[in-house]
């Protein structure tokens, strides 16, 4: 069983900054893949960020591209989620899931593929 618990959100104006954290319990944090999703209201939830096993890969969502950066300390058991240049169409509940992997280097972005979610942060960009 894991147990993840998100922090770090909040409300910021639009062009600043936000640094997501998401500490996961258990011993075998090495070995799932992890991703940030968000669902803002009135939508469905989106894929945001995800990183591989290995901290080697990662994918991100067009919207976010060159804005948000995923990384994973696996000393900490945690993985960050950077967040620069927010706009108001950021706002969102943003939740942070773990996949155990089949492979060190694969990335997912389907929430379905996920075993555990957090409970979510609630992240507000005021214009």
């Known amino acids: 069983q894991v147990q993840l618990v998100e922090s770090g959100g909040g409300l910021v104006q639009a062009g600043g900054s936000l640094r997501l954290a998401c500490a996961s319990s258990?011993?075998?944090?090495?070995?799932?893949?992890m991703g940030w999703f968000r669902q803002a209201p009135g939508k469905e939830r989106e894929i945001v960020a995800a990183?591989?096993?290995?901290?080697?890969?990662?994918y991100y969502t067009d919207s976010v591209k060159g804005r948000f950066t995923i990384s994973r300390d696996s000393a900490k058991n945690t993985v960050y989620l950077q967040m620069n240049s927010l706009k108001p169409e950021d706002t969102a509940v943003y939740y942070c899931?773990?996949?155990?992997?089949?492979?060190?280097?694969?990335?997912?972005?389907?929430?379905?593929?996920?075993?555990?979610w957090g409970q979510g942060t609630q992240v507000t960009v005021s214009s």
């Open positions: 258990g011993r075998t944090f090495r070995n799932y893949a």
């Open positions: 899931a773990a996949k155990r992997s089949v492979s060190y280097y694969i990335t997912y972005v389907l929430q379905g593929s996920y075993d555990y």
């Open positions: 990183v591989s096993a290995s901290g080697v890969n990662t």
